[in-house]
C-alpha cells in the first residue's frame, strides 16, 4: 500500500535561512510524488513533482525535493526562507493506476521568524 | 484561466440538519474529485468522478453523504443528516485527466462546522 510520512509537524526557521520538510514514502511501485502548500483559507497549491524523470526537481517559489529512492525519502528544501513561505506544507503520493488517487501526508506547519 | 470554484466558503449547522455543497472545476476538467480535510489532518478522498461517471468512492459514508455530477460539469456533495465529526474543510479538485502524476487542480473549500 502507499502512503506518506512527514516526519515534522512543526519546523520553525528564521528569515533567510534554509528550509528542509521531511517527508518519507511508502511505495510498491515507482512512485509519483507531489509537494503541495495551503496557505489559510486558500486553496491548495502545487509546489513541485515528481512523476520518474530527474531525481532533483525544481518548483515554484524557490523551492526544490529530491527523490531517493534507496533512502525512500522525498524531502523538500528552500536556500532562504521567506516569510511568505510560512504555510503548511503537505507530501502527496498518487496511487499507481488510472485513478491518480492521492494520499496526503499529515501536513508540516512551517513557520518563519523575522 | 479561472481556478476551481467553490460555494459556500463557510457553514455553519446543527447536527441531524442537511447541507449541500457546490464544485465548478476548471474548465474542459473530465475528473473532479471531493476531500475532507479535519483539522490537523490531511486532507483524504471521499469520491472521485470521470465525468459523469463514480471512479472511487470507496471512502464516501454512503449513510449520510451523496454526491452528483449529473451533466459531467459542476458537482454537489450533500450532507444528511450531519454529524458533530463532519466539522471539517471539504475540497473540490479536478484535473484534466486522471491517472498517476497528473497535477490536481484545488477550489478555497468549504469550512463547514456542526454543532
Avoid at chain 1, 506518506?4 to 511501485?29: A, F, I, K, M, W
Avoid at chain 2, 473532479?32 to 470507496?58: A, E, M
Avoid at chain 2, 471512502?59 to 465529526?85: H, M, W
Avoid at chain 2, 471539504?90 to 477550489?107: D, H, K, P, R, V
Wanted: with cysteine; hydrophobic share 35%; net charge positive.
Amino acid at each position: 500500500a502507499q502512503s506518506v510520512t512527514q516526519l515534522d509537524s512543526h519546523v520553525s526557521v528564521s528569515e533567510g535561512t534554509p528550509v528542509l520538510l521531511r517527508c518519507n514514502y511508502s511505495s510498491s511501485y515507482s512512485p509519483s510524488l507531489f509537494w503541495y502548500v495551503q496557505h489559510p483559507n486558500k486553496g491548495l497549491q502545487l509546489l513541485l513533482k515528481y512523476t520518474s524523470a530527474a531525481t532533483l526537481v525544481k518548483g515554484i517559489n524557490g523551492f526544490e525535493a529530491e527523490f531517493k529512492k534507496s533512502e525512500t525519502s522525498f524531502h523538500l528544501t528552500k536556500p532562504s526562507a521567506h516569510m511568505s513561505d510560512a504555510a503548511e506544507y503537505f507530501c502527496v503520493v498518487s496511487i499507481p493506476g488510472n485513478t491518480g488517487k492521492l494520499i496526503f501526508g499529515q501536513g508540516t506547519t512551517l513557520q518563519v521568524k523575522p | 484561466e479561472a481556478g476551481v470554484a467553490q460555494s459556500p466558503r463557510y457553514k455553519i449547522i446543527e447536527k441531524r440538519q442537511s447541507v449541500a455543497f457546490w464544485c465548478n472545476p476548471i474548465s474542459g476538467h473530465a475528473t473532479l474529485y471531493w476531500y475532507q480535510q479535519i483539522l490537523g489532518q490531511g486532507p483524504k478522498l471521499l469520491i472521485q468522478f470521470q465525468n459523469n461517471g463514480v471512479v472511487d468512492d470507496s471512502q464516501l459514508p454512503k449513510d449520510r453523504f451523496s454526491a452528483e455530477r449529473l451533466k459531467g460539469v459542476d458537482s454537489t456533495l450533500k450532507i444528511q443528516p450531519a454529524k458533530l465529526e463532519d466539522s471539517a474543510v471539504y475540497l473540490c479538485a479536478s484535473s484534466s485527466q486522471s491517472g498517476q502524476g497528473y497535477e490536481q487542480y484545488f477550489g478555497p473549500g468549504t469550512r463547514l462546522t456542526v454543532t
